[in-house]
């Protein structure tokens, strides 16, 4: 099956500044990558997401890239605000035909300093 | 509605209770899904509905059985659960976008589960 891997497990920035979370995986056949944040006691929200024919993508502050070759990709995030301060999941997923089998990565908790 | 609605927000139960967690959403998809998620861990999946039909198990327990009434409603039956079973229990949806296999799931806000 899929394994995904998260880099770093903690992470704390000053505010301004920008933000890397990186993640792998391991089976060639996934496709979608999305990434979510989950404040403290909430759900977890997509904020960004990449399909494998997609190299990057970005949405205001955030950017996702993806090398299908090394099977890499990254979350970035420029000019970090205190609300951006939650944990974030990297994810990979295998459609099998019926629904998408989302696997997680183990996790970033970022913390936004003032 | 955009949204997945989880009820209990809060569960206690004993090791000997039957309970059930329910979930409900209004956006037409048609793929609904359990995730299991510990304190400072990531969501695993559990279970998948795919058009009501049990689609994905992911070698769950039994005392774990899942049930989707209709394409809106997803419900899972606990049964003589472990204290180990304590968790938050997420459900989410989602639907195929047109041109593409992939689906975007969404996340209700869980059912924070504690057995004694």
């Known amino acids: 099956g899929e394994n995904v891997e998260q880099h770093p497990s903690t992470l704390s920035v000053q505010e301004g500044d920008s933000a890397v979370i990186k993640c792998t995986y391991s089976d060639s056949a996934s496709n979608y990558f999305p990434w979510y944040k989950q404040e403290l006691g909430k759900r977890p929200q997509l904020i960004i997401d990449i399909r494998s024919n997609v190299g990057e993508k970005k949405d205001q502050r955030i950017a996702v890239t993806l090398n299908k070759t090394a099977k890499h990709f990254s979350l970035h995030i420029t000019e970090t605000q205190p609300e951006d301060s939650a944990v974030y999941f990297c994810?990979?997923?295998?459609?099998?035909?019926?629904?998408?089998?989302?696997?997680f990565g183990t996790g970033t908790r970022l913390q936004v300093t003032l | 509605d955009t949204e997945v609605t989880q009820t209990p927000k809060h569960l206690v139960m004993g090791m000997t209770n039957k309970k059930s967690l329910k979930c409900e959403q209004h956006?037409?998809?048609?793929?609904m899904y359990w995730y299991k998620q510990k304190a400072k861990k990531p969501p695993e999946l559990m279970f998948v509905y795919s058009y009501e039909k049990l689609s994905i198990n992911e070698s769950v327990p039994s005392r774990f059985s899942p049930e989707c009434p209709n394409s809106s409603l997803l419900n899972l039956h606990l049964h003589a659960l472990q204290p180990e079973d304590s968790a938050l229990y997420l459900c989410?949806?989602?639907?195929?976008?047109?041109?593409?296999?992939?689906?975007?799931?969404?996340f209700g806000s869980g059912t924070q589960l504690s057995v004694l």
């Open positions: 989410a949806s989602s639907q195929r976008q047109p041109g593409h296999p992939n689906e975007k799931l969404f």
């Open positions: 956006m037409g998809h048609r793929a």
């Open positions: 994810a990979a997923s295998d459609f099998t035909g019926t629904a998408s089998k989302l696997t």
